[in-house]
């Protein structure tokens, strides 16, 4: 009987093992993981955009966000394993189709006008490893204060225009946020194809409005360094 009852209780968890496995063996299954995890990671990006533009409301609102976004120490971690787990997953599963592509085309494309593809699809690879490093960056400069003088902590009011006076960290954010743009104009409408939504009338609307998207969220994060070195945010 006890037999029985462990058997019944371990083949849910053997079974859901073995499609989790399966799925991520299967070209399909990396594609459909890399749109989920993309779809987290892209309400992050806007959410984090909608938090730090709250900068230019003054510095006693961009302080309390700062201070309401670590009240929950526990909430925090929650969130900030989910996105590790996030990028982990769209990452490995990114470069691995990458690189099963190289493979299976070894030789490139003698005329890419016959490609149909953009500027966004072609440097997604690319994009997507600057973005793995400056998040690096970003965490040791702006969260644990690296290249930050005076940082105070849980004081973007103070540590983010200290952090953009300096004018490489700047520059380095503001190319990020580029890839950033690009990153997202090619995820955000390939997503919807890689889970199955894909219409000849819709295609082209999804298309531009991942554009859109895209580049808003580009400037609105460039606009930041861009402020700071113009003195308009002090």
């Keep these: 009987m006890s037999v029985a009852s462990t058997t019944k209780t371990a083949e849910p968890e053997s079974s859901s093992a073995v499609r989790l496995v399966l799925l991520w063996e299967n070209s399909v299954g990396k594609k459909a993981l890399m749109a989920v995890t993309g779809i987290i990671l892209a309400l992050y990006v806007l959410a984090h955009l909608i938090g730090n533009l709250q900068i230019y409301a003054g510095a006693e609102k961009i302080d309390a966000y700062a201070r309401f ?45 016959n490609v149909q593809s953009s500027a966004a699809s072609r440097t997604m690879i690319w994009s997507g490893i600057v973005i793995l490093l400056f998040v690096v960056f970003h965490v040791a400069n702006l969260t644990l204060g690296a290249a930050v003088p005076g940082y105070e902590e849980v004081r973007p009011s103070v540590n983010v225009p200290t952090a953009f006076h300096v004018g490489w960290a700047a520059a380095i954010y503001i190319v990020a946020m580029v890839g950033v743009g690009f990153h997202l104009w090619h995820g955000l409408y390939s997503l919807f194809q890689s889970l199955g939504f894909r219409h000849p009338r819709y295609t082209p609307f999804i298309r531009s409005v991942a554009a859109l998207l895209a580049t808003l969220v580009a400037l609105g994060n460039i606009s930041i360094p861009v402020a700071v070195l113009a003195g308009i945010l002090q």
């Design 69 to 113: 976004l670590h009240s929950n120490p526990g909430m925090l971690w929650v969130a900030r394993i989910v996105l590790l787990v996030a990028v982990l997953t769209h990452a490995t599963a990114g470069v691995i189709l990458w690189l099963d592509k190289q493979r299976a085309r070894p030789v490139a494309y003698f005329d890419r006008a």
